[in-house]
């Protein structure tokens, strides 16, 4: 039987409201409620219920940052996880650490713990990225089964129903294999006080990204520092929105193309090709 | 357009008139000398210009809540940050004699936010910070903002939760303020219960702690118990801006249940015989016939029609073994048939959807109508004779009225569904309504198990305390707001 690495993020919690910095820099995260993010805890859950349902052995859950991200692998032990792998990341690296990064230690770890299956949450709410899962299988050379919302281990193979622009598909690859959990995939359980106890002695062990021979500086095409190929520049709240403004009549203030047109009328809407910008639309006339 | 104030004399005055939204102009409230060009830049210069609104459409929205009384928009709305805030709005409105209306989330049931005399609506949503979580003491203080659905989402990762579950998501100060209660009442207490500390703006600003600054023992024998004074007075002596809360642990396993009876004095002698037995139920509900068919109908089940208890157990896997099998048994003996019982969650939400849904299902039994919910509560050894003579007086006035209770507390709620516009069948309404907490009165019980007073059961709090305990409790409205503009025209 076989082991499975979920991966978790500590972000700031869904249900804050995000305010921006003074200088723009950033987000305010100091004394901000951070939580594991929404995606991570189905991830978290879905390999919970594989242990229970005694297809798998074993679940050990990962983080990568700083010594607070062990506050979300303890919520992963009390939901279920059996161990923890806390990668240590700090300063300068934690700031420009995004999924490229965290790829490379999930990949080194997947390989390092012999995991036949990696699961992810499909994007972390904080930066939308929705990349690690799947540069996670690329560099393990692995199938990848994404925006997981339906899971079946079949043997050797996974049989994963993906949420796609057009419905549902499904779809059949080979273990090992990397799966990203969306939003229907399952409803993770609540932690309750008895596990969060239990989960206290649960073990976590702590590395750094060199141990594992991953390089956390992000390099451009061109080499060398100057080519970060993610910094963020400015961080800008969004406009408060405008007050509208009550027009007396719809009629008089359409352009008249519109007025007379009869939309009731097919043939008259056949060759209406006339492109109207909006403001002509609504014309501010005497009216 | 301005319409005259209909005194309210009548029990029930907001079944008369469901549509009428007064209108009122700023000029026609009780300030007369002042005058509102010198209140509205005090009021500004507290809270900022987006602090404060005159506009209608805010008013409107400010001025009604989910009960069926007609909208009374207040004349300003305020948005306070802080106690300060609040504190410096109530001296503001205390020195002018200007009514103080606080406002939750507006999600009440007996119009506890109408301004009936105009005023100023405190509405305290911006205030929304969880402070002063203890895990290890079991308790959080929160401020008006947070409803009780954003605290248990705040605590999800703590293993606690706050299992008062009023319908509505609202409001933990609002809570308090109403007494308010849920379907687990019977195991986790009502507000009054749970409330160990509130922070109150009193009407001339004055900032209390009513068990002391940061008090939150689980117990106390210090002085008045001031905290329990403030909690269910709906406004009327105070502002709430925070509350100290009792949590608990968030149950291990659920189990849910569903049995029918032949009866309801079945169900009711189970009921009573599953709390003797020692069995920390945590939820037991009661749906009648009338009501079970309109679930039924509603989401195209299969239940039978018939008296019908929903339970839900909390505890380890192996209590919870143990509660399920001494129910079962007690069911039985009284008659109990299709004991149905679910572990998984997917199961349990369709075993309990009757419940859920027991609202909606009344409503869909006449679209287009509106629905109001009585409260009474009463002991619970009478609860089949109360039950059993309103069923009669139902029929005999072909009033449209499913039947839902927290039986485990004597408390059931009457979902009379109405066309608020046929002016016969309101009145027949209302006179039914008078009748039943009249019959609850006579049985030793309450005519509000959890809704409050508000607007419409002031004459019937009158009949059920007796004049000397109006008195005592007029005397502490005028200790604490002499000049009564702290939500003027409620409880009293």
């Given at each position: 039987?076989s ?8 972000v ?6 995000i ?7 950033g ?10 993010n ?9 390999a ?5 349902k ?13 010594t ?9 032990l ?12 700090t ?8 999924p490229l ?17 990696v ?10 990225c ?14 990848q089964?994404?925006?997981a ?5 079949e043997?050797?193979?996974?049989k ?19 799966l ?6 399952n409803?993770?359980?609540y ?10 002695k ?28 993610l ?12 007050h509208g ?8 203030h359409?352009?008249?193309a ?11 809407l056949k ?17 | ?9 009548r029990?029930y ?12 102009t ?10 509102w ?18 506009s ?43 009514p103080?209306?606080?406002?939750g ?13 105009g ?18 003491d079991f ?9 009780r ?15 008062v579950?009023?319908?509505?998501d609202a ?12 379907t ?11 409330v ?21 023992t ?42 029918t ?54 505890g ?9 099998t001494?129910?079962?048994?007690i ?73 839902a ?11 009379l569904?109405l ?17 039943l ?10 005519c ?5 007073v ?15 305990v ?15 503009i ?6 009293l």
């Amino acid at each position: 039987m076989s082991r499975v690495l979920v991966g978790v993020k500590r972000v700031i919690d869904y249900a804050v409201k995000i305010r921006v910095k003074p200088d723009n820099s950033g987000v305010v995260t100091d004394g901000v409620k951070h939580s594991m993010n929404p995606f991570c805890e189905i991830a978290v859950e879905e390999a919970v219920k594989l242990k229970e349902k005694k297809l798998i052995k074993e679940v050990v859950a990962v983080s990568c940052g700083p010594t607070q991200a062990t506050e979300t692998i303890r919520t992963a032990l009390a939901m279920g996880c059996d161990r923890g792998i806390h990668v240590e990341v700090t300063g300068k690296d934690y700031e420009s650490m995004g999924p490229l990064q965290v790829s490379k230690i999930l990949a080194a770890l997947a390989k390092r713990e012999e995991a036949s299956l990696v699961i992810v949450g499909k994007q972390a709410i904080d930066d939308d990225c929705n990349q690690t899962g799947q540069m996670t299988a690329a560099l393990l050379d692995w199938p990848q089964g994404t925006f997981a919302s339906e899971v079946t281990l079949e043997g050797d193979k996974v049989k994963v129903v993906r949420e796609i622009d057009g419905g549902l598909e499904t779809i059949k690859i080979n273990m090992p294999a990397v799966l990203t959990a969306d939003l229907r995939l399952n409803t993770p359980r609540y932690a309750t006080l008895p596990n969060i106890m239990k989960a206290k002695k649960k073990k976590i062990a702590n590395m750094k990204p060199a141990e594992l021979g991953v390089d956390m500086v992000s390099r451009g095409p061109g080499g060398g520092s100057e080519g970060d190929i993610l910094r963020g520049l400015l961080a800008v709240e969004q406009s408060s929105r405008q007050h509208g403004g009550l027009i007396s009549s719809s009629r008089t203030h359409l352009h008249p193309a519109i007025v007379a047109t009869d939309f009731h009328d097919s043939s008259s809407l056949k060759g209406y090709s006339e492109t109207l910008s909006f403001t002509e639309l609504i014309q501010p006339t005497g009216g | 357009m301005t319409f005259a104030l209909r005194p309210a004399r009548r029990l029930y005055p907001q079944l008369s008139a469901y549509t009428v939204v007064q209108y009122r102009t700023i000029k026609e409230h009780t300030l007369k000398n002042a005058g509102w060009e010198r209140v509205i830049p005090a009021l500004r210069s507290v809270c900022g210009d987006d602090g404060v609104s005159l506009s209608e459409a805010v008013r409107e929205q400010h001025g009604r809540d989910e009960s069926v009384h007609r909208c009374c928009p207040p004349d300003v709305v305020v948005w306070p940050r802080s106690v300060e805030e609040v504190s410096a709005l109530a001296k503001i409105c205390h020195h002018h004699r200007l009514p103080i209306i606080p406002f939750g989330t507006g999600t009440g049931l007996e119009g506890g936010v109408g301004a009936v005399k105009g005023g100023v609506c405190f509405s305290l949503r911006n205030m929304d910070r969880v402070l002063d979580l203890h895990q290890e003491d079991f308790d959080v203080t929160v401020e008006p903002g947070v409803t009780r659905k954003g605290l248990n989402s705040y605590l999800r990762d703590t293993g606690l939760w706050f299992p008062v579950d009023p319908g509505a998501d609202a409001s933990l100060c609002g809570m308090a303020a109403t007494s308010a209660s849920g379907t687990n009442a019977v195991r986790y207490g009502t507000m009054r219960e749970n409330v160990l500390n509130l922070e109150v703006v009193l009407a001339d600003g004055t900032i209390i702690h009513t068990a002391g600054r940061g008090r939150r023992t689980r117990k106390t024998s210090a002085g008045y118990n001031l905290t329990n004074l403030f909690v269910g007075s709906e406004g009327t002596l105070g502002l709430i801006t925070k509350t100290t809360l009792r949590l608990y642990g968030v149950p291990e396993a659920v189990v849910s249940a569903v049995c029918t009876f032949p009866s309801v004095q079945a169900a009711v002698d189970s009921t009573v015989q599953i709390l003797q037995a020692g069995v920390p139920i945590a939820r037991i509900e009661f749906l009648d016939d009338v009501m079970m068919n309109a679930c039924n109908s509603f989401n195209s089940l299969s239940y039978p029609v018939a008296p019908t208890l929903f339970l839900e157990f909390h505890g380890t896997e192996n209590s919870l073994e143990e509660q399920v099998t001494v129910t079962e048994e007690i069911t039985r003996d009284n008659g109990g048939s299709d004991f149905s019982w679910a572990r998984d969650a997917e199961t349990r939400g369709r075993l309990w959807k009757a419940r859920h849904d027991a609202w909606y299902a009344s409503l869909a039994l006449r679209p287009g109508c509106k629905a109001y919910s009585t409260d009474v509560c009463v002991p619970l050894s009478l609860l089949p004779q109360i039950i059993v003579e309103t069923k009669k007086d139902l029929v005999l006035n072909r009033i449209t009225g499913p039947i839902a209770g927290h039986v485990g507390d004597g408390n059931f709620h009457c979902i009379l569904v109405l066309d608020p516009d046929d002016q016969e069948e309101v009145t027949r309404v209302h006179e039914f309504t008078e009748r039943l907490a009249r019959r609850a009165l006579a049985l030793n019980g309450t005519c509000t198990g959890e809704h409050g007073v508000g607007l419409g059961k002031r004459a019937l709090l009158r009949e059920e305390m007796g004049p000397q305990v109006i008195e005592v409790m007029q005397g502490l409205k005028a200790t604490l707001d002499p000049k009564n503009i702290m939500n003027p025209g409620k409880v009293l």
